[in-house]
Antibody, heavy 120, light 111 residues
Framework: QVQLVQSGSELKKPGASVKVSCKAS????????MNWVRQAPGQGLEWMGW????????TYAQGFTGRFVFSLDTSVSTAYLQISSLKAEDTAVYFC?????????????WGQGTLVTVSS | QSVLTQPPSVSGAPGQRVTISCTGS?????????VHWYQQLPGTAPKLLIY???NRPSGVPDRFSGSKSGTSASLAITGLQAEDEADYYC???????????FGAGTKLTVL
């Protein structure tokens, strides 16, 4: 069965970096794009962008350029989200979600989410 | 501010029917892009509920239905049950933003 399993919660200090992983199983990793979605405490879903799992080419949504990096390790079917120079406002749950390439495809499977807390 | 507008909350008694609207514009829903709906139970990841405006993934009860017209879409839930209490999000693609967009979400309360 399809599964996206994310790494555990993180507590970081302002200015630090964090790397969240999303390990896929149950399907051919390179047949689907991987998206990242942020959900701040008590807030809605915000699409951060996606990464082409064939080419490794990332696309970032407005507001997620500069400090946010999407990457892959296709040998272990894993996508990564790295956030640098963390700020308090980066505190959120981060989800990975796959979709069939097409831009308007639905996100049919989601990871369980990774809580990143930024606090001094 | 979300590109797709949803009511912050809706409510209904068990057994009743509720609808949740999702209003967009000519660069997203009105441009012909599909609308998808997700259900997020408290403390869990979102789950795909409706895709391609009106299609249900396997396992989703037929109490849930979706429709789209013009620049808007709607999610209808009939025979409301306590377990339907959750947040619901619409999603589409926006050509001006060149990416996916979500509505701000609607909290459904079952009275």
């Amino acid at each position: 069965q399809v599964q996206l399993v994310q790494s555990g919660s993180e507590l970081k200090k302002p200015g630090a970096s964090v790397k969240v992983s999303c390990k896929a199983s149950g399907y051919t990793f390179t047949s689907y794009a991987m998206n990242w979605v942020r959900q701040a405490p008590g807030q809605g879903l915000e699409w951060m962008g996606w990464i082409n799992t064939n080419t490794g080419n990332p696309t970032y949504a407005q507001g997620f350029t500069g400090r946010f990096v999407f990457s892959l390790d296709t040998s272990v079917s894993t996508a990564y989200l790295q956030i640098s120079s963390l700020k308090a406002e980066d505190t959120a749950v981060y989800f990975c979600a796959r979709d069939l390439y097409g831009g308007n495809s639905p996100f049919d499977y989601w990871g369980q989410g990774t809580l990143v807390t930024v606090s001094s | 501010q979300s590109v797709l507008t949803q009511p912050p909350s809706v409510s209904g008694a068990p057994g009743q029917r509720v609808t949740i609207s999702c209003t967009g514009s000519s660069s997203n829903i009105g441009a012909g892009y599909d609308v998808h709906w997700y259900q997020q139970l408290p403390g869990t990841a979102p789950k795909l509920l409706i895709y391609g405006n009106s299609n249900r993934p396997s396992g989703v009860p037929d109490r849930f239905s979706g429709s789209k017209s013009g620049t808007s879409a709607s999610l209808a839930i009939t025979g409301l049950q306590a377990e339907d209490e959750a947040d619901y999000y619409c999603q589409s693609y926006d050509s001006s933003l060149s990416g996916s967009v979500f509505g701000a979400g609607t909290k459904l309360t079952v009275l």
